[in-house]
């Protein structure tokens, strides 16, 4: 029986540490008997999102509670139309528990500043994937990457793109209809061949030097995952990470998360 | 593998490299710029581009490739690939006897390079300055066509353009609508000597603001005076 692992890391992007900031990055893996979930989050950089850092951690908290307690239910094998009751049965229910996250953060420490919107300061991207067999969850809001990568080494994007996203601005969790700038696929595992999936905040496709580098990352991932067990990635991707948010690349904060199918029985690794 | 081991990295991929900044400079190099005027330029280009060279080796953000367009009549490239600012020697501009300070089609040239698929997804946002010592001098319409097909690209939209006019009569609308901005000046050059200082304060402009965690709204401030462009120009990721 295949198992499902995940390995994340996180770095402080060069240009927070040098002016002293907090990463405003996060991650989180959890795993149920039936489920595995991975997230990462990227809390919004502008002065306007001054508790991104806490919005972000929300993310991935709520991403992998509610994926581990409303997926397996929801992704059954017999399940016809799986991305439609995901968005209908699950969206709403992930950004309403992140919404409620921040108000119970906000109850604990209120605002000092005058702030029109209460959830604007919390602005975080969510990228998210959840193995329930036979499906594969991958869901977007906002920036970042998705990589479902096979065997072969052939890989693809699962999340529809979106054209809005510029670099600079992006869909957020904390915007008022942030359902709907939700993107998601299901994949069905009986019909695809999935070795494993790379989800990263744009810190790490912002340091590749290459514009299209999915394809070379996917093919070199699937050699490596053929060579290397999950602890060889656990001692890797904190490098990875680390690379990619130094001066020799983006600069900026770095998650980087993998699930990883493989046929040992050893639970996820995560920091 | 011991505790004490150091794991080598092996990263997937081509590798990584720091994000590309592009600074296009488009020099006018008009009939009346010649003499004293174009040697002070040449001379506050290279100053500007070696302070920037300085500043592409001390931060860990941005490698800055540099193209020049000069325009007179008609338009060249001067500088026609990107080249890294600190392995830049820069060739003086001469100035086109009876050349004229057609502007359109020098954003026409600059459209094309920034045109969708010819600078990288994940470079910074490009930084575009213009340096006339004239009013724009195109035929009826052709510069409204090259601001409109410059504005038409991405990058050229979200780019920081500044201008730099060199004496106050060189100061127009016509800049104005180039920058894009009411709260960005023209930096103007007095005299021959004021234009490296202008193009000093153009180069800060391009190269701490493009610094993440930057309080750009303060450097705006610094820079330009208060009223500066905030973050509507310059800020941190943000939502739609």
């Known amino acids: ?271 | 593998m011991t505790a004490h081991d150091t794991p080598t990295l092996r990263m997937p991929g081509g590798g990584i490299s720091r994000r590309p900044l592009h600074l296009i400079l488009l020099a006018d190099c008009s009939g009346g710029m010649k003499g004293e005027k174009i040697q002070a330029l040449n001379y506050a280009i290279a100053d500007m581009l070696a302070q920037l060279a300085i500043w592409d080796r001390a931060q860990e953000q941005a490698q800055v490739f540099v193209r020049a367009v000069a325009f007179a009549t008609e338009a060249v490239w001067h500088i026609p690939a990107p080249t890294p600012v600190v392995d830049l020697r820069w060739r003086p501009l001469q100035p086109v006897p009876r050349g004229l300070t057609n502007m359109g089609t020098a954003f026409q040239l600059v459209a094309e390079a920034l045109a969708p698929g010819r600078i990288e997804r994940r470079a910074l946002r490009p930084a575009l300055l213009l340096i006339t010592d004239g009013l724009a001098t195109d035929p009826p319409g052709r510069f409204e066509a090259g601001l409109n097909a410059l504005l038409a690209t991405p990058a050229g939209r979200g780019a920081l353009r500044l201008s730099v006019a060199i004496g106050r009569d060189a100061r127009s609308e016509a800049l104005n609508r180039f920058i894009g901005d009411p709260s960005v000046p023209v930096l103007v050059a007095d005299s021959t000597s004021d234009i490296s200082d202008r193009l000093v304060v153009a180069s800060l402009a391009v190269s701490r603001m493009s610094e993440a965690g930057a309080d750009r709204a303060a450097l705006a401030d610094r820079l330009f005076g208060h009223g500066g462009p905030g973050d509507s120009i310059f800020g941190q990721d943000t939502i739609i």
């Open chain 1, 1 to 271: 029986m295949h198992q499902w692992q995940a390995v994340t890391a996180v770095a402080r992007g060069a240009a927070h540490a040098a002016r002293g900031r907090a990463a405003q990055d996060a991650v989180r893996a959890a795993r149920s008997a039936d489920c595995t979930v991975v997230a990462v989050a990227d809390g919004h950089g502008h002065a306007q999102h001054f508790r991104s850092e806490i919005g972000a951690v929300l993310a991935v908290d709520a991403a992998c509670s509610q994926g581990l307690r409303r997926l397996p239910a929801l992704l059954g094998a017999d399940v016809e139309r799986p991305q439609r009751a995901v968005r209908q049965a699950f969206v709403p229910l992930l950004i309403e528990h992140w919404r409620a996250a921040v108000m119970g953060h906000l109850a604990q420490l209120p605002y000092q500043e005058t702030v029109e919107e209460p959830l604007i300061p919390y602005g975080s991207t969510l990228v998210m994937t959840a193995a329930c067999p036979p499906w594969l969850l991958c869901l977007q809001i906002g920036d970042g990457d998705l990589l479902v990568v096979r065997p072969d080494g052939n890989s693809f994007a699962p999340v529809p793109p979106d054209a809005a996203l510029d670099g600079r601005r992006t869909t957020s969790l904390c915007q008022a209809d942030a359902a709907a700038s939700v993107r998601l696929a299901v994949v069905d595992l009986r019909r695809e061949d999935v070795a494993l999936v790379l989800l990263a905040t744009d810190g790490y496709g912002n340091a590749q030097s290459e514009d299209d580098w999915q394809p070379e990352v996917g093919a070199d991932l699937a050699q490596l995952a053929a060579e290397h067990g999950t602890e060889w990635f656990a001692a890797q991707l904190p490098l990875w990470a680390r690379a990619c948010a130094s001066g020799a690349g983006s600069g900026d904060d770095t998650s980087i998360a993998l699930l990883l199918r493989s046929s040992e029985g050893a639970a996820p690794w995560t920091p």
